[in-house]
């Protein structure tokens, strides 16, 4: 497609989704709920056909030679859709957070003010490979009363667009306008560019996936973006640490699925446990079939392979992990100081008092304790879905679910009072 096409594409998309969006300014919370709850009965029952174009994009994967963990991410069978079935339910069925009170208070003046959420507008979300956030993005931007545009990953093409029809057809069904959940309906790389500087028609951008999609956004961007660059999390083993609680939980940090950005990339281990706990744990990760890159305190123990200084703050997203031993809580901090990137961490330990200095002293945007990484995720919060996980500090941090995509506005009350 011409760029004068393509420019002329997106313009076109962001008029309907900025009327749209007006329009849903104003809609009822009960109307949002039932285009939610529709689109996921419409895609239940049309699951075959979803089936159908995930087998198309996996086909392509497979000629293009992607990676194991890009094909499980770009992956769908029945149990998956049943999973976006129940996110799309949740989501509805949360509290609406449109007109909520923040805070209220009276002035001397006579005034009364409250400050109330209040929809962004239009968010555009960017994605590669994971079908799924078709209708996360769709859900939760609607939920909070946003219009979205949503331009999928060329290897999930024909998957998010038999998603987006679900979502349409709820959105009919409940008589909101269908340019409140839109598609760009086209692979070329040109409409990303042309989404990044729509400042008259976007309010925010959302970029999921990978570290040179977010890095370009980030770059490129002249409309405010919620963003994670990657997902570097840590698990630190203290010398505290329960042996069951630390075998299991580091088993299932790093291999339940690898290819996600909650997936653990580096454990830390205290150094008076190194040929106890830490070696077992090494061993349980190798015997998973991990590769364990281990730093110089490691290297003796069985089937590791040494580190190099590139494997520490590297997001591997594959069954590899780097590994490390450290003197205590302080070094773990001062590890993931350097190293990390503020999306998780875990701590695994009974000590209170080195769990609190963990927390107080790092500031990543979620800490565990005693908890499995992948757990960083919106629905196990219990948003229901998200839109992915900020690590920024300003607006949004953590999993971004639909009360994060709202802003607030002041409404102000008197009595023909005027200022002295």
């Known amino acids: 497609m011409a760029q004068n096409d393509i420019a002329a594409l997106m313009r076109g998309i962001g008029e309907t989704a900025r009327a749209a969006a007006a329009e849903l300014a104003s809609a009822g919370a009960d109307s949002r709920r039932a285009a939610l709850l529709a689109a996921a009965g419409n895609l239940w029952d049309s699951r075959e056909v979803v089936l159908a174009a995930n087998a198309e994009d996996m086909a392509e994967a497979a000629q293009k030679g992607l990676s194991p963990a890009m094909t499980d991410r770009l992956m769908l069978d029945e149990a998956r859709i049943a999973g976006i079935v129940a996110g799309l339910r949740a989501v509805a069925e949360q509290k609406d957070p449109v007109g909520e009170v923040i805070a209220e208070w009276d002035r001397p003046s006579g ?50 667009g038999a998603i987006h029809r679900a979502m349409l057809a709820g959105l009919r069904a409940a008589g909101l306008p269908e340019g409140a959940i839109q598609l760009v309906p086209t692979r070329d790389r040109a409409a990303v560019a042309e989404m990044l500087r729509m400042v008259g028609y976007i309010d925010v951008i959302v970029p999921r996936g990978g570290k040179g999609l977010v890095g370009l956004v980030q770059a490129e961007a002249r409309v405010p973006v919620f963003a994670h660059l990657e997902g570097v999390c840590h698990v630190y083993v203290d010398k505290a640490a329960d042996e069951e609680k630390a075998r299991r939980v580091v088993l299932n940090a790093k291999t339940r699925r690898t290819g996600i950005c909650g997936a653990a990339e580096c454990l830390l281990i205290h150094r008076d446990i190194v040929d106890g706990l830490g070696a077992r744990i090494v061993a349980d990760l190798v015997g998973a079939g991990v590769e364990v890159r281990a730093g110089a305190g490691l290297a003796h123990l069985p089937g590791v392979v040494a580190a190099v200084p590139d494997d520490f703050g590297r997001e591997f997203l594959d069954m590899v992990i780097a590994a490390e031993v450290v003197d205590g809580v302080d070094g773990a901090i001062a590890h993931i100081r350097r190293h990390g990137s503020n999306h998780t961490e875990s701590i695994l330990t009974e000590d209170d008092a080195a769990a609190e200095r963990f927390f107080s002293r790092l500031d990543s945007a979620i800490l565990m304790r005693n908890a499995s990484t992948q757990f960083a995720d919106g629905g196990e919060f219990g948003m229901g879905a998200e839109i992915g996980i900020a690590t920024g500090k300003m607006h949004a941090r953590g999993p971004v679910g639909a009360e994060q995509l709202t802003s607030f506005k002041y409404l102000v009350e008197g009595d023909g009072t005027v200022r002295a």
């Open 111 to 160: 005034l009364r003010i409250r400050r109330v959420r209040t929809p962004l507008g239009v968010v555009g979300v960017i994605y590669e490979s994971r079908p799924n956030v078709t209708a996360d993005g769709g859900a939760l931007c609607l939920k909070a009363g946003n219009a979205v545009i949503l331009r999928g990953g060329s290897e999930s093409f024909h998957s998010s």
